[in-house]
């Protein structure tokens, strides 16, 4: 790579390319910082007993991801935390009190989706249990990160308004004044900042605003659904879109051990979306070092909130139903104070239309269908999206790589001298539920 860049003749396509593929080794580097005795050392914080052949069964059968990088191995720095969720022989030698699970307040059955059932049985309405928030997100870039005098240029993810999740958007203000938001038709949207560095100082964005966000229930009758119609505006919804949805033979098997024969669309995708929901939840590497996101997470032995989706929307799209992508940022009760990067999708049923899918939540706990299964087909109102798309431009564009290839959370941010990844900065995102108007 190296004496092709440096070669005259190579073109700029080419050039591009080989700096991305540089870049993204020095992220794995970032990303696989563990030796062989700190991983040890890391379970051991947990299991303090630890065995040396207990350490080598667990990382050969793949329960520990690393990869042998310049000859040497090297452990993804949440592998030793992934561990214990992804054996339950891990998990037993803790101490009791560290094998407690602590999922986000809305990956586990509570009030909330009673009220949203409820509420959809007596108004027979999908857009139910409306919430106004008030949002803060913000940036703060490291000191001397970008010398003194130079523009640091920060995109922060900004919501679309969706009919029937998310409305009645109001721009409260933001951190320099001057904001740039992108159209309202920007698939990933963001409000656009700038500022000169100070020497000895962080350099600091934020954006605020409130909107309405509604929670989704859609009640289906596998019965009237319908094959997928041919409309052109579906087709985007049904092809493989590489790098990270790609219709492999591996991917092909595994979607014919899921659905058998069976056709009826629901079925398939219900099919599909409990298969998917098998996959173990892992802490995830960065999405810009992995080549095809839906491919690992069908072979890594865990997957993610995103990668899980990728997955699932491979799938249904092999199987000719329209799926696609959306994500943002899940909140609480102000009282709870939680909040956490996630990543969901839809998928297209006729003829209800688009209805949600949450597949990294998966299956409540419960044995009541209409609360077990209430994010194939529902969603919470304690999410907000940023993206109705994965892997789109932003406006204004970028003029370096892009920290987050595939996703948009946390934010983007550069100067002239190049990108700023995510050991340069930090982000913020609070939240605020405020009264309904008349409430």
């Not at 696609?324 to 209800?352: C, F, I, K, T």
């Amino acid at each position: 790579m190296d004496k092709a860049l440096a070669a005259p003749g190579t073109d700029a396509a080419t050039r591009a390319a080989y700096a991305f593929q540089q870049e993204r080794m020095r992220r794995i580097r970032l990303d696989f910082t563990l030796d062989e005795a700190q991983a040890k050392a890391a379970v051991r914080r947990s299991v303090p007993d630890l065995r040396d052949e207990e350490f080598k069964r667990w990382d050969d059968a793949g329960l520990l991801e690393h990869l042998d990088i310049d000859g040497q191995r090297r452990w993804f720095k949440r592998a030793p935390g992934n561990l214990f969720l992804l054996s339950a022989e891990a998990s037993q030698r803790r101490p009791a009190d560290k094998r407690i699970s602590r999922p986000g307040p809305y990956e586990r059955l509570g009030p909330h989706h009673g009220e949203v059932i409820i509420a959809a049985e007596q108004s027979g309405l999908t857009s139910l249990a409306p919430r106004r928030v008030r949002i803060t997100q913000s940036i703060k870039v490291d000191a001397d990160a970008v010398p003194a005098g130079e523009t640091v240029r920060a995109w922060i993810p900004y919501p679309r308004s969706i009919a029937g999740q998310q409305e009645n958007i109001q721009w409260l203000g933001s951190v320099p004044t001057g904001a740039q938001i992108a159209p309202e038709d920007t698939l990933q949207r963001t409000a656009y900042l700038e500022r000169k560095a100070v020497a000895g100082t962080p350099t600091e964005f934020s954006v605020s605003y409130e909107l309405t966000i509604s929670a989704r229930r859609f009640v289906i009758d596998p019965d009237k659904v319908q094959p997928t119609p041919s409309d052109p505006a579906l087709a985007p919804y049904l092809v493989e879109r590489a790098p990270h949805v790609v219709f492999t033979p591996a991917m092909r098997e595994f979607s014919r051990k899921a659905v058998g024969n069976e056709t009826n669309p629901y079925r398939v995708a219900k099919k599909l979306f409990d298969a998917v929901d098998q996959i173990p939840w892992g802490g995830a590497r960065e999405y810009s070092t992995i080549s095809n996101i839906s491919d690992y997470a069908l072979h890594a032995g865990h997957a993610d909130c995103g990668q899980q989706t990728l997955l699932l929307i491979s799938l249904l799209r092999m199987n000719g139903i329209p799926a696609r992508w959306q994500s943002g940022m899940v909140y609480s009760d102000n009282e709870v104070g939680y909040n956490n990067l996630h990543d969901w999708g839809a998928v297209y049923l006729a003829p209800y239309g688009w209805v949600p899918v949450d597949v990294s939540t998966g299956a409540l706990n419960s044995d009541k269908p209409a609360e077990r299964d209430f994010y194939f087909g529902g969603l919470d109102a304690y999410r907000i999206a940023f993206n109705d798309d994965y892997s789109r431009p932003l406006v204004p564009a970028k003029q370096h790589f892009r920290s987050e290839t595939v996703d948009l959370q946390r934010g983007e941010v550069e100067w002239q001298g190049g990108n700023l990844y995510f050991n340069q900065w930090q982000y913020d995102f609070q939240s605020q539920v405020l009264p309904l108007a008349g409430k």
